[in-house]
């Protein structure tokens, strides 16, 4: 049976990522397909860098840092927004847990009464810089694994003053945001931007969350998260009976939402030139009272 990772880095990253430009270098196109295995290969020489999140702006930050407990193991989390309020746990990029996810996660804590937003930390302290350390980093991810940590985060907002818990997550995220929705019981609400889990993970027609899920009719990533995968995802919620919305947004394509000066730079430098601000405030303006309704009753 193919791995969850093989699934996504051999199938669809490695088919799009081909148009797009390494974000270090800008002006140099991302290699060949077989050039990108051996720098993905454990052998290969240069051996990829990857970093270590930095703990920078520490003292201004907003979020705290804390620890989660689930089997035998403990990873860091970042919380932030009102106490005793509905709690979102907030799920990463393939990325890892840097500035764009923390834009996020600080917006939605801020929504209508506010929320307790929570940003588990999947690849324990690792950030990918360049698109080929982001593909090493979640071809490397425990699937499984982070669905557990998942699981932990919600029984963590529920355990610390949270009536109620919604998932929420992108690209990478948002296909375990919908895999949760399966997996895990105790998710009250899932919004998904961008993503779709695999069959060997997840079949989304056995949600037991209600879905809400956001897709760019632009974007190029085949079998995960392009319009036609969208609708496919829409009709098998619509035969299964679970309670969904599902969006394609003209004119836009991958990661849309990430318009930060430095989430756009970075758009650009991998070939995604689309901006469109209404499809941004429309795509907010939809999960508001998706999460509300479900969180806040």
Request: charge should be neutral; hydrophobic fraction near 40%; include cysteine.
């Amino acid at each position: 049976m193919i791995s969850i990772s093989s699934y996504y880095c051999s199938r669809i990253f490695p088919k799009t990522l081909l148009n797009f430009k390494n974000t270090k270098r800008p002006t140099s196109p991302l290699p060949s397909s077989s050039l990108l295995k051996q720098l993905l290969s454990p052998s290969s020489t240069p051996v990829l860098q990857v970093r270590a999140m930095a703990d920078s702006a520490a003292v201004s930050s907003p979020f705290k840092k804390i620890q989660i407990q689930r089997d035998d193991t403990t990873f860091d989390a970042y919380v932030v927004g009102k106490e005793d309020a509905p709690g979102i746990v907030v799920l990463q990029e393939w990325w890892g847990v840097d500035f764009e996810i923390k834009n996020h996660a600080q917006k939605i804590s801020q929504f209508d009464g506010g929320y307790k937003a929570l940003i588990p930390d999947l690849y324990r302290g690792k950030v990918g810089l360049d698109v080929a350390e982001a593909q090493h980093l979640m071809t490397g991810l425990d699937w499984q694994g982070a669905v557990k940590d998942i699981q932990a985060s919600v029984n963590w907002l529920k355990a610390n003053g949270s009536k109620k818990a919604g998932v929420t997550g992108f690209c990478m995220g948002g296909a375990l945001s919908i895999a949760s929705s399966v997996l895990v019981p105790e998710v009250d609400a899932v919004v998904a931007f961008y993503g779709v889990p695999p069959p060997s993970l997840a079949d989304p027609a056995q949600a037991k969350a209600p879905v809400q899920a956001h897709f760019g009719e632009l974007d190029n990533m085949v079998g995960f998260s392009d319009a036609k995968t969208g609708k496919a995802l829409e009709e098998k919620l619509k035969a299964a009976g679970v309670p969904h919305e599902v969006y394609i947004y003209p004119g836009v394509s991958h990661a849309f939402l990430n318009t930060s000066p430095e989430g756009a730079q970075r758009r650009k430098s991998m070939g995604l030139n689309d901006s469109d601000d209404a499809a941004v405030e429309l795509a907010w303006a939809r999960f508001r009272p998706w999460m509300s309704k479900y969180l806040s009753s």
